[in-house]
């Protein structure tokens, strides 16, 4: 049932490392995270790997394992085999802080940038009523757990260190999209998105949606209904007031920000 | 200051470490640290966030079944007083009855600001928020979002606060607190830290603090808790001279996975059962009718044909016995596997595939969908999963004033898994998430209220020579060469909790966990890590092991102490539950110069006015 398996992980900080071999062994039905903590404890007490839930849901042990983005914790040591040697290297996009862990503040920084939810007022009663249809959508971009993997694959700013000022990556896109589709939102994010939030520079490869652990549909669910709400409201003002006049809710409330 | 900043605060260094100076920081960034920082902000105190991890992977985020508020959108028959009364008997009757009060009233309001704030909960037929069955609660009463319930909150919490331009401080971790002289008002002044990513200091000057650093789990081996749950505000309140009650009682959950080994623990959450999923042992039978126990007699199902009425029509039927509280279920499974009806890997079977369609099951349990899927190739439509207890939560905690959350230090407020008295004996799920909303929002106000009033005078201050003291302190496991690894030691405490203080406890096996606490205590002293300050795992969890070891004490001293069985303690030589000890809380304190050696003493409960007490007559 166990054996040996060979890891090579990247060991270093912002001044530059390399890669570290290590030997270790490994239970049936583990994990590449149980195999680096197994590492941890008896070989390299001070091996910097980010973690928390152990079970996909809070994104936090994001990394490349064997040059593709994943995270440890839910990648499945019986995916390879048992003679291969697994390269875990940290995430490319984000500074290197040591080891395997990264600098993400990059998305903290982008999530300051979003407007505040703002709602319209609450039901006579106190309450607020929507549809299950009209939440779906949100809730399909909410189970987003942050890993940053998407932000991590975009080539928008994988290789391209000067786009990140200009480019809230496709995590962000889903935040936009989230608050535009909210049947309680009075805002209308679709300028800002273009042009501060730098969805323009998003040319639909889909390599986002291919990473996300969550399964969510960056691409055809968020950026190209985004992108073409952009671009009705860009090119096409008759349209944009038309519904403005028309509907009571949605865009009809909605305020620029 | 590192990349994990991020905040408007400009340090000072007159010690020579980052410095800054708030009216409240709030130490921990799950659900209830969160909604403290929140309400703490509102009320116009500068506030921080300090927390471990990143911002939004609190273990709040692992939290799936939903949020019980009592909002009676689908039972309009629901209120406070029935919510009340399932939590006071939840907790067979421990709980502070004030706390208990207070959460039930006010967990609708908390709810539905989180709508407010953006959250998306699953609705009615009607548009309004859903709610879901959970063991213990007389109505579906949880507002949820499929099994991601946590994630929810802790995103749109998160998103407020950020909303707000909050100061958090990530990847920072608090070490020590400081309070004034006891000449000066003995209070609290600042807490000391490191940044886990540069391993540098920094002193914060407050005069409040809330803790709200959730609870314990890492001190057992089996857990469906993450690592930053080592007891740390447990054991700085205690270090500062608070008080803790409850220690004793803990929380096994009845459903964590089993299988593979290294998934033991994860949770499997409640609402599986709530629903429809039934436990089966070995021989296929549906065990649960067979541990109903007395006090819980009248109200659930004692036959198969009522249980399943139950989830259709809950005014004429009673509540199937899987959804007993949490102890019951656990103590029944453990039961079974002792007993030799076990599954193939040490559990139970826990059965929705035959009793729900995969569509339902789909939209109701997408993350147990997928965990079962990724992680143990089970597909929960098709088959059964295999499950047993995990330890779970810590009902214990600091003790604190019931409507302002202030422990017995002045400027000290504790919310959420680390304050104690809210869930008694056993807490009923969903009445966490709810607990982290209401007395989270209470502590962020009332620490912001005493931040005002001492705003004019004197701030306390941090003295110098403390900070020094508690650089060094933190330093020590460096100095040192050839000594003990803080894996090995954290392993051997995990093995002595599980073995020992698991969830049957009796006299000879709590002593003897004592003695091995104390042999581990003394292994403690003598840590060393190696490598540098820049993110040292080893290096933080050597600093970890001390919290993990005074709580771990804690909980054995309270559960010898306790000579009867009561929701999370159950002593098979005294298996019966005592009214003598009904009435009565065990506190423990860590004295001055009791050399870290923890002291217990006995403490009335709170007594419940008569006006609540006939609740217990009249509701059905
Ligand atoms: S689809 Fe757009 S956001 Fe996603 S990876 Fe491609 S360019 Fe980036
Ligand atoms: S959208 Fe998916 S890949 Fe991107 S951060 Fe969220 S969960 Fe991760
Ligand atoms: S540790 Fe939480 S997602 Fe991997």
């Not at chain 1, 996300?212 to 090119?235: G, Q, S």
């Not at chain 2, 506030?47 to 991890?53: G, L, N, Y």
């Not at chain 2, 949770?267 to 067979?290: A, C």
């Not at chain 2, 005014?315 to 599954?343: F, Q, T």
């Amino acid at each position: 049932m166990s054996y040996e398996l060979r890891m090579r992980l990247w060991r270093g900080d912002a001044s530059g490392g390399a890669l570290g071999d290590f030997t270790v062994v490994v239970e049936e039905g583990e994990v590449v995270l149980d195999a680096i903590h197994r590492i941890q404890a008896t070989q390299a007490g001070d091996l910097a790997v980010r973690w928390n839930c152990k079970a996909g849901k809070c994104g936090s042990c994001s990394a490349e394992i064997n040059g593709r983005p994943r995270l440890m914790c839910m990648t499945r040591l019986a995916d390879f085999e048992e003679s291969e040697t697994i390269t875990v290297t940290p995430m490319r996009a984000f500074p290197v802080i040591r080891d395997l862990v990264t600098d993400v503040s990059f998305n903290y920084e982008k999530a300051k940038q979003v407007p505040a939810f703002a709602p319209t007022p609450r039901d006579a009663d106190g309450k607020r009523r929507m549809q299950q249809v009209d939440v779906e959508r949100g809730q399909e971009f909410r189970k987003c757990i942050e890993c940053f993997l998407c932000q991590n694959t975009c080539h928008v700013v994988r290789d391209h260190e000067d786009n990140k000022a200009a480019f809230a990556g496709p995590r962000f896109f889903l935040r936009y999209a989230e608050l535009d589709m909210h049947p309680l939102d009075t805002n209308d994010r679709r300028k800002l998105s273009q042009d501060a939030a730098g969805l323009g520079m998003c040319n639909i490869t889909k390599c986002c949606t291919e990473v996300c652990p969550e399964n969510i549909k960056i691409t055809d669910n968020a950026i190209i209904p985004m992108k073409e709400r952009v671009a009705d409201r860009k090119f096409d003002p008759v349209t944009w007031l038309g519904s403005k006049i028309m509907r009571r809710s949605d865009t009809a409330q909605r305020e620029e920000v | 200051m590192t990349g994990n900043v991020m905040g408007s605060d400009v340090p000072s260094e007159p010690h020579g470490f980052e410095e800054h100076s708030y009216d409240v920081v709030v130490i921990g960034a799950g659900g209830a640290g969160l909604r403290a920082a929140i309400a703490a902000q509102d009320a116009g105190a500068k506030t921080a966030i300090v927390c471990k991890s990143l911002l939004g992977k609190a273990h709040t985020v692992m939290a799936e079944g939903g949020i019980a508020a009592a909002m009676g959108n689908v039972y309009p028959d629901d209120n406070w007083q029935v919510h009340f009364r399932d939590t006071m008997r939840g907790g067979k009757m421990l709980n502070n009855w004030r706390m208990a009060q207070l959460h039930a009233q006010e967990a609708p309001e908390r709810v539905l600001e989180l709508e407010e704030w953006g959250a998306l909960f699953d609705r009615t037929d009607d548009g309004l928020i859903s709610q879901r069955d959970f063991g213990g609660h007389r109505f579906a009463r949880l507002a949820h979002v499929g099994d991601r319930t946590g994630l929810e909150m802790i995103r749109t919490l998160q998103q407020r606060a950020v909303a707000q331009g909050i100061d958090v401080f990530m990847e920072c971790t608090i070490t020590e607190l400081f309070k004034t002289a006891p000449g000066d008002g003995n209070r609290i002044s600042g807490a000391f830290g490191y940044w886990r990513e540069s391993g540098r200091f920094i002193v914060f000057h407050a005069p409040c603090m809330v803790l709200a650093t959730g609870g314990i789990g890492k001190s057992y081996q089996v857990t469906s808790n993450s690592w930053e749950y080592t007891g740390d505000g447990h054991a700085l309140a205690m270090r500062t001279g608070a008080s803790l009650i409850n220690m004793e009682f803990v929380q096994f959950h009845p459903t964590g996975m089993v299988w593979p080994p290294s998934v033991k623990g994860i949770l499997v959450t409640e609402s599986v059962r709530g629903d429809g999923g039934v436990l089966r042992n070995s021989d296929g039978k549906r065990f649960m009718f067979d541990y109903i126990p007395e006090f819980f007699k009248s109200e659930t199902a004692d036959n198969e044909a009522e249980a399943d009425r139950w989830y259709d029509d809950k005014s004429n039927n009673r509540r199937p016995p899987e959804l007993l509280p949490r102890d019951e279920v656990a103590r029944a499974i453990n039961s079974e596997i002792k007993a030799g009806r076990g599954s193939p890997h040490g559990g139970v079977f826990l059965d929705i595939a035959s009793r729900r369609t995969p569509e339902f099951i789909m939209r109701r349990l997408p993350s147990m969908y997928h965990q079962f899927k990724e992680l143990a190739d089970v597909d929960i439509t098709a088959e059964p999963m295999e499950i047993g207890p995990t330890c779970h939560y810590v009902m214990g905690g600091v003790e604190v004033d019931p409507d302002t959350g202030a422990s017995k230090i002045t400027g000290l407020y504790a919310a959420g898994e680390v304050a104690g008295g809210m869930h008694g004996s056993n807490r009923l799920g969903g009445n966490s998430l709810s607990d982290l909303l209401v007395f989270g929002c209470r502590a962020g106000l009332n620490a912001a209220y005493l931040a005002h009033q001492s705003r004019g005078g004197q701030r306390p201050r941090v003295d110098g020579a403390e900070v020094r003291a508690a650089a060094k302190r933190a330093l020590a496991p460096f100095e040192r060469a050839g000594g003990e690894n803080p894996y090995t030691i954290q392993h051997d405490l995990q093995d002595v909790m599980q073995r020992l203080v698991g969830i049957i406890r009796n006299a000879d096996e709590l002593a003897a966990s004592l003695k091995e606490i104390d042999a581990l205590k003394e292994r403690a002293k003598n840590l060393t890590v190696e490598g540098h300050r820049q993110y040292n795992p080893g290096w933080h969890l050597a600093l970890d092991i001390v919290n993990m070891l005074t709580v771990s004490e804690c909980i054995a001293t309270a559960a010898l102490e306790r000579q009867e069985s009561r929701g999370g303690h159950t002593r098979d030589d005294f298996p019966a539950t005592d009214d003598s000890w009904g009435t009565r809380n065990l506190v423990l304190t860590l004295p001055d110069g009791s050399d870290g050696k923890v002291h217990l003493e006995h403490q009335p409960l709170p007594a419940m006015p008569d006006d609540l007490k006939k609740l217990f007559e009249t509701l059905t």
